[in-house]
Structures are given as structure tokens and as C-alpha cells.
């Protein structure tokens, strides 16, 4: 069995105690690569750090995270778009709007994650999105931009049937899903057999974030993302097996860095 984490903040200073543990951890149960997107200024050292120690193993993204976009975030945008030029990403993340935690800086969201997406289409790397409370702001950027020239996925995808439809009308985005998927009081699993494909799935565990059952309470890890594939084994009546194989097909499509 092969799985790829498709989104994980394994450089955040919860895992500086036992990281390189949990790398061969995860290496032992088969995950054979962890994308790494990136939240803001204050995190580029420790990205790079852990991806030049792990070269074959651990891709980084570039990116301003929503919530991570305040007053001056012209000069978080200027010194994180410089990064661009200096080594290979495998994508351009995570970006989005967030208006659970603040809508202060909806303005100032709107407008970053505009030019993001314009810095994938110029330098031909596929998208990780972060939407929270924010799928009507996210589609209209993404329209404005032109859904044509993008490509990637709704990370942590928990959204509506009416969402995963809107979503799949873009033609070229993925659903990134975690550990909600196997909350107890969750819709996804509904909706994602009404609406969504195995075709059109990865999978990612947010680590340090949601974990999954029966992990709840616990600092997520990539290894937790066995669960996550069982979960979807279930939902759409498939093997671990094959979920593992069609799931790494779709996670190459888009991240192509891994091929
Ligand atoms: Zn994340």
C-alpha cells in the first residue's frame, strides 16, 4: 500500500521533539511523500529545513495563509513571492479566505489570494486552497481569475453537495479530505457519495490538526492517514488497496513534483 499526504505542517514546532521519528514512522507504513504548504514569513526557515533534510520525501509549497494576512501583508507577500525564483515548490500554498476566525482583513484576503492564484498560473504549479466559511468569496476569485488556467485542491474539504458540485464545475480541482471525514456528526460522508468520485479525491491529514478517529484530542500525524484512507474504503464500498492506488494516481495528476 502506498499513500501520499497531500497537506501537512510536519515543520511546525509541535513535531521538533521526535520529527525525524515520525518521518520513518510514516515511511514504515508506506506514505511515500508529504507535501509541505507553507502559512507565513515567520515559517519559511523551518519549511525549507525539514524539505532539504528530506528531498525525496517531503515537497514544499510557498504560500500566505489566510489567516495569516494582517496590516502588512504587502511585505509578507513581497518576501514569500521572492522565495519563488530561489528554489522548486511543488505548489502554491496554502492560500485562501478564512472568515470563521475574522473578517477585519476581507478586503486584504480577497486581493491575496487573487494574485496567488496568479502566481500559480506563472509559474505552472497546482493550488492548495483553505476555504472557512468562504466558498462564495473563494469561487468568485477563482472566476475572476479563470478556473481554466488553474489547477489543485479544496484542502480539508467539508462542504456542501452544492459546494462539491461547484467545485467539480471548475474541471480541474481535487478535494483534499481529512480526518472530518470520520467525525461522527460529519455530512461529508454523505455528501461525497452523492456528489464526488474516488477519481476525484486525495487524501492529507493538516497534521499538526484534525486528527481522525479514534485520535481525536491527540497531535494529528501523517501516519493517522491509514484512517482517513479506511474511511473512504467505506464510504465508497472499496479495499484499502484500492483506495491507496487511485488515490495516488489523482494525487500525481495534480502534484506533478512527486512524479
Ligand atoms: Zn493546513
Excluded at 497546482?126 to 479544496?154: C, M, Q, W, Y
Excluded at 467545485?167 to 480526518?179: D, E, P, S, V, Y
Excluded at 456528526?185 to 464526488?196: A, C, F, G, R, Y
Excluded at 481522525?212 to 464500498?237: D, H, S, T
Aim: hydrophobic content about 35%; glycine content about 6%; proline content about 5%.
Amino acid at each position: 500500500m502506498r499513500l501520499i499526504d497531500t497537506h501537512c505542517h510536519l515543520y511546525a514546532e509541535e513535531f521538533d521533539l521526535d520529527r525525524d521519528e515520525l518521518i520513518s514512522n510514516s515511511r514504515n507504513l508506506g506514505i511515500i511523500a508529504l507535501l509541505l504548504p507553507n502559512i507565513d514569513r515567520a515559517s519559511v526557515n523551518s519549511l525549507h529545513e525539514l524539505c532539504d533534510k528530506y528531498p525525496d520525501y517531503c515537497f514544499p509549497m510557498m504560500g500566505l495563509h489566510p489567516t495569516s494576512v494582517g496590516s502588512d501583508y504587502i511585505a509578507e507577500l513581497r518576501y514569500l513571492e521572492s522565495q519563488l525564483s530561489k528554489r522548486k515548490y511543488s505548489g502554491i500554498g496554502e492560500i485562501g479566505i478564512d472568515l470563521y476566525w475574522d473578517k477585519t482583513f476581507l478586503k486584504e484576503q480577497l486581493s491575496v489570494f487573487e494574485e496567488q492564484l496568479k502566481w500559480s498560473i506563472d509559474h505552472s504549479l497546482p493550488v492548495s486552497i483553505h476555504t472557512r466559511n468562504a466558498f462564495p468569496e473563494v469561487f468568485d476569485v477563482i472566476h475572476k481569475v479563470g478556473p481554466e488556467k488553474l489547477k489543485g485542491v479544496f484542502h480539508s474539504f467539508s462542504g456542501t453537495a452544492e459546494d462539491a458540485k461547484e467545485i467539480l464545475a471548475l474541471r480541474n480541482f481535487k478535494f483534499g479530505i481529512n480526518g472530518i471525514v470520520t467525525y461522527k456528526n460529519s455530512d461529508l460522508p454523505e455528501v461525497l457519495k452523492q456528489t464526488v468520485t474516488i477519481h476525484d479525491l486525495v487524501i492529507e491529514t493538516d497534521a499538526p490538526y484534525l486528527p481522525p478517529v479514534p485520535f481525536r484530542g491527540k497531535r494529528n500525524q501523517p501516519v493517522y492517514l491509514r484512517e482517513i484512507a479506511c474511511k473512504i474504503g467505506e464510504i465508497y464500498n472499496l479495499s484499502l488497496e484500492d483506495v491507496a492506488r487511485e488515490i495516488e494516481i489523482n494525487s500525481r495528476k495534480i502534484y506533478s513534483a512527486i512524479n
